[in-house]
């Protein structure tokens, strides 16, 4: 069997520098500030709190 390597996701890829500043990719959580909330098809959850924002169609 041929090995695939799988591409490891870290937290870099949540983040962006331009002109020397931070910026974060993800929406963080109202709740719990510093965590991240995660990307869901109609809903937004964070993993710490269950907060949950559900996506509406415009």
Same mark, same amino acid.
């Given at each position: 069997?041929?090995? =695939?390597?799988?591409?490891?996701?870290?937290?870099?890829?949540?983040?962006?520098?331009?002109? +020397? /500043?931070?910026?974060?990719?993800?929406?963080?959580?109202? =709740?719990?500030?510093?965590?991240?909330?995660?990307?869901?098809?109609?809903?937004?959850?964070? +993993? /710490?709190?269950?907060?949950?924002?559900?996506?509406?169609?415009?």
């Amino acid at each position: 069997m041929a090995d =695939k390597k799988k591409e490891k996701k870290g937290v870099w890829t949540y983040y962006k520098i331009e002109d +020397g /500043k931070l910026h974060r990719l993800k929406k963080q959580s109202p =709740k719990n500030p510093g965590a991240f909330m995660a990307e869901h098809k109609n809903r937004r959850v964070c +993993g /710490k709190t269950q907060y949950t924002e559900f996506k509406t169609k415009e």
